[in-house]
């Protein structure tokens, strides 16, 4: 079993995210997404793409969100996406906003 430091792994990452897919597991099952927005951040994407589906969890701070689900994404609450619908993040708080995401296959939709 190996541990991940998802956490500072996404605080060095270049587009504020770190995912645990595949290359870390070996598994095409599921993976997890461990994001963080900066006060005033916008525009970034989530879309999980044919075959698969996305649970969006604002862990810390509430997320703006636009497209298949319009609306204020309160900490605490998650969303469910599937396929190719998206949606678009933003922060619109004074602190980081975090979510995770955690993804996997639709019924079919294996590789």
């Known amino acids: 079993m190996k541990i991940f430091d998802v956490k500072n792994m996404a605080v060095d990452a270049k587009f504020g995210?770190?995912?645990?897919?595949?290359?870390?597991?070996?598994?095409?099952?599921?993976?997890?997404?461990?994001?963080i927005?900066?006060?005033?951040?916008?525009?970034?994407?989530?879309?999980?793409?044919?075959?698969?589906?996305?649970?969006?969890?604002?862990m810390q701070g509430d997320l703006e969100v636009f497209g298949n689900y319009t609306g204020r994404l309160k900490e605490g609450y998650a969303i469910h996406i599937v396929g190719d619908n998206e949606c678009i993040l933003a922060n619109a708080g004074s602190k980081d906003a975090v979510y995770i995401i955690c993804g996997g296959h639709s019924a079919g939709g294996h590789h």
């Open 17 to 35: 995210e770190y995912i645990v897919g595949y290359e870390e597991t070996g598994s095409h099952a599921c993976y997890l997404i461990y994001g």
């Open 37 to 58: 927005l900066k006060p005033g951040e916008k525009d970034r994407l989530v879309k999980p793409g044919k075959g698969h589906e996305e649970i969006l969890l604002a």
